[in-house]
C-alpha cells in the first residue's frame, strides 16, 4: 500500500525554521513588508545553513518519527491520516541531505535503528501477532477441548526422560528388556485341567 504523503504548507515549513533556529539560541529575523512567504523561507533556510555548517549543502524536512512507523488513522477501510499529523511542525525537522539519508537508511538518530529498519521490525512483529491470533482464533472457533489445545500448543518435557530409552542411532525410543518380557510371554492355561 502505498503511503499518504500530504504536501507540507509553506507556513508550516516557516514554523519548522523558526522553532529550529530557537535550538541554536538565534532568534528569527522578522519578516519584511511585502516579502513572499518562499522568499522569507529561503532567507530562514540560509540562515539555518549557516548554523549547520552546511552552507552548500541542501537541506531537506525530515519527518521524525517517520512517516511509515507512525499509527496510520482508517476511516470507511482508507488511509487518511496518522498520529501525530503528518504536518505537524513538533515532529519535523530540517536535515542535510546526506544526514536525511543515513537516518533513513543506515541507522537513526545516535545508535538507533534506521527509519526502514524500524519498518521491517514492526511488520514482522505485526505479522507474528497475526499469526498467533490466528492459531488461538482457530483453536477457539473449532470449540476446542483443553486436551486439544495441549494437543496444539504442547508444553513441558518433548522427549524420554533415560538414554535407554532412545535408540543407538535413530532417535526413536527402543523396547525396554521388561517391554519385551511381557510381549514374548504367552498365556497359559492353569494346569489341572
Known amino acids: 500500500m502505498k503511503l499518504l504523503r500530504p504536501h507540507i504548507p509553506i507556513p508550516v515549513r516557516i514554523a519548522v525554521v523558526q522553532k529550529q533556529l530557537l535550538r541554536f539560541d538565534v532568534a ?14 529561503d532567507r530562514l533556510l540560509g540562515l539555518l545553513s549557516t548554523l549547520m555548517d552546511a552552507l552548500f549543502e541542501p537541506l ?17 477501510g482508507k488511509h487518511v491520516g496518522y498520529s501525530p499529523a503528518a504536518n505537524n511542525p513538533d515532529y519535523l525537522i530540517y536535515r542535510t541531505k546526506a544526514e536525511h539519508d543515513i537516518k533513513t537508511r543506515v541507522r537513526g538518530d545516535g545508535a538507533q535503528y534506521s527509519d526502514l529498519a524500524l519498518a521491517r521490525k514492526n511488520k514482522r512483529i505485526e505479522k507474528r501477532r497475526a499469526k498467533n491470533a490466528n492459531a488461538k482464533g482457530a483453536i477457539r472457533k473449532k470449540g476446542a477441548t483443553r486436551g486439544r489445545q495441549r494437543e ?42
Open 152 to 193: 496444539l500448543f504442547p508444553s513441558g518435557r518433548q522427549f524420554p526422560k533415560s538414554r535407554r530409552e532412545w535408540g543407538k542411532r535413530s532417535g526413536w525410543p527402543v523396547r525396554t528388556r521388561r517391554d519385551v518380557r511381557t510381549s514374548t510371554r504367552t498365556e497359559t492355561p492353569p494346569s489341572g485341567e
Open 60 to 76: 531537506q524536512l525530515d519527518h521524525d518519527p517517520a512517516l511509515t512507523n507512525r499509527k496510520k488513522i482508517f476511516r470507511n
Open 28 to 41: 528569527a529575523p522578522d519578516r519584511e513588508k511585502g516579502e513572499r512567504q518562499e522568499v522569507y523561507l
